[in-house]
Nanobody
Framework: QVQLVESGGGLVQAGGSLRLSCAASGRSLSSFTMGWFRQAPGKEREFVSGLSWGGGSAYYADSVQGRFTISRDNAKNTVDLRMNSLKPEDMAVYYC?????????????????????WGQGTQVTVSS
């Protein structure tokens, strides 16, 4: 079992930046495939970014490519999502997810049903 807790959300103006962090307890995240998803009101949960357990492969949704960066800090047992050039359409609750599966390709990372562990979410609000 692993417990995930997100932090770093908040209110930011369009064009600004935020850094979300997903902290784990119970197990080391170094052996987990990680993902970030988001859900806006009235919309389905959507994939944002994913990172392989070794950190060698990172994937992004087209809508955030070039603006967001996912990274892993094994010493702190965290996975971060750096978000730059934020837009009002980025506003959502952001969730961290983890799985022991080895996922291959972005199409797999995009599937929330393949992740076994989820955090409670952190709100990101972007004002225009």
């Amino acid at each position: 079992q692993v417990q995930l807790v997100e932090s770093g959300g908040g209110l930011v103006q369009a064009g600004g930046s935020l850094r979300l962090s997903c902290a784990a307890s119970g197990r080391s995240l170094s052996s987990f495939t990680m993902g970030w998803f988001r859900q806006a009101p009235g919309k389905e949960r959507e994939f944002v970014s994913g990172l392989s357990w070794g950190g060698g492969s990172a994937y992004y949704a087209d809508s955030v490519q070039g603006r967001f960066t996912i990274s892993r800090d094994n010493a702190k047992n965290t996975v971060d999502l750096r978000m730059n050039s934020l837009k009002p359409e980025d506003m959502a609750v952001y969730y961290c997810a983890a799985t022991t599966r080895t996922l291959v390709g972005r199409s797999a990372y995009r599937r929330p049903d393949l992740y076994a562990y989820w955090g409670q979410g952190t709100q990101v609000t972007v004002s225009s």
